[in-house]
């Protein structure tokens, strides 16, 4: 079993920047991919990024160019750092965590907020 435990969610103004964090604990692997989603109000989730095993990265379109996804595999901790931050931003993220197709974890989630 893995935890994850997701952190560093806010209220910040537009053009504003956050950085979330998803520890794991409990039976880390290491060799994993992380993502990082998001829902918002009357949305379906929506991957924002990936992290995988090898270290690739993909983004959605909609945070291309603004999210940098890393990881710390040491510290066994996802980060997400978010800069130029639209209203449209304002979700619940969430951290997951994929050994294989039997083995996918979720956080709680940490709710980012975008106003002025």
């Known amino acids: 079993q893995v935890q994850l435990e997701e952190s560093g969610g806010g209220l910040v103004q537009p053009g504003g920047s956050l950085r979330l964090s998803c520890v794991a604990s409990g039976s880390v692997p290491s060799f994993y991919t992380s993502a990082w989603y998001r829902q918002s109000q009357g949305k379906e989730r929506e991957r924002v990024a990936i992290f995988t095993g090898g270290g690739r990265t993909v983004y959605s379109d909609s945070v291309k160019g603004r999210f940098i996804i890393s990881r710390d595999n040491e510290k066994n901790t996802v980060y997400l750092e978010m800069h130029h931050l639209e209203p449209a931003d304002t979700a619940d993220y969430y951290c997951?965590?994929?050994?294989?197709?039997?083995?996918?974890?979720w956080g709680q989630g940490t709710r980012v907020t975008v106003s002025s």
């Open positions: 997951n965590l994929v050994i294989n197709p039997r083995q996918n974890y």
